[in-house]
């Protein structure tokens, strides 16, 4: 009878494994019709990134100002992607386009680096 109920209790850890396999998390949410991270700290976008190309054109001080929002290591669900660094890390791109928060923000909610130069944009879709 215990050797069953251990069997049970491995098929549900397995289920449940793979269950969480197949829902990756994205760390990215809507918040206040913007999206935010995991800390709710403001996610935007660069018009100088080329959508879909695969490439973040943010790098040396620009990505020290702009750091990348960090994907995980599953592939993300549609309209997320992810896009491969200079450096090799990951980042996460929505709608084809890499995301990156702002060194000016220091609370969440705040949006210092909206219209940054006019090529940097708060993603609000």
Not at 67 to 72: D, S
Not at 101 to 112: E, L, M, Q, R, S
């Amino acid at each position: 009878m215990k050797s069953v109920s251990l069997g049970s209790a491995i098929l549900l850890g397995l289920f449940s494994l793979s269950a969480l396999a197949a829902d990756p998390v994205v760390p990215v949410k809507k918040s206040d019709g913007m999206l935010v991270d995991a800390k709710g700290m403001t996610v935007y976008t660069f018009d100088k990134d080329t959508p879909n190309s695969g490439k973040s054109a943010c790098s040396g001080t620009c990505a020290q100002n702009w750091p990348a929002v960090q994907a995980g290591a599953a592939a993300p669900a549609e309209p997320y992607s992810v896009v491969t660094r200079e450096d090799g890390t990951r980042q996460l791109a929505y709608k084809g386009k890499p995301l990156y928060t702002f060194v000016k923000d220091k609370k969440p909610g705040d949006k210092a680096g909206d219209k940054a130069m006019n090529v940097w944009h708060v993603v609000t879709d």
